[in-house]
């Protein structure tokens, strides 16, 4: 695969960070179902890890992530992430609704928060449309 064609599957792959196995299994079971490619993360830590080692960082096109994790929570791994790789899309899929926080999230640049359990087709929905939309692309 060239160095274009791999560039231009960026949009397919996607990194769900979630503490719990059951989430991380439906939510790829979901996007794979529509030919998306998944990288699984544990905990933010993990995930930070992922989108720092290898090409990880270039060739993720979207990232799901929940809020309540031990080691890294959310909040922290989406800072981190917003810092150093601004102009990847992140999603939150989470088990607690807080509005406060969904406000929050979304004034740093998040694209949706979704609470869970996420229905497939609204899952789906959301992925297209944020992978649909032009991309800000900000240089560090």
Same mark, same amino acid.
Request: hydrophobic fraction near 40%; glycine fraction near 6%; charged fraction near 30%.
């Given at each position: 695969?060239?160095?274009?064609? *791999? ?16 989430? =991380? $299994?439906?939510? =790829? ?38 809020? =309540? ?13 917003? $810092? ?27 694209? *949706? ?28």
């Amino acid at each position: 695969m060239s160095f274009i064609e *791999d560039a231009s599957s960026t949009k397919g792959k996607i990194l769900i960070i979630d503490d719990e196995d059951d989430v =991380r $299994e439906v939510l =790829r079971i979901h996007l794979e179902s529509a030919n998306y490619n998944v990288i699984e993360a544990e905990n933010g830590e993990e995930g930070i890890t992922l989108m720092k080692s290898g090409a990880n960082l270039l060739q993720v096109g979207l990232i799901i992530c929940d809020i =309540r994790m031990p080691k890294v929570n959310g909040v922290e791994t989406i800072d981190y992430l917003k $810092e150093n790789a601004p102009s990847i899309p992140i999603m939150v899929v989470t088990g607690y609704p807080d509005s406060e926080l969904a406000v929050s999230l979304l004034k740093k640049g998040v694209k *949706d928060y979704l609470v869970k359990p996420v229905e497939k087709e609204k899952l789906l929905a959301k992925v297209k449309e944020v992978l649909g939309a032009e991309q800000e692309f900000n240089y560090v």
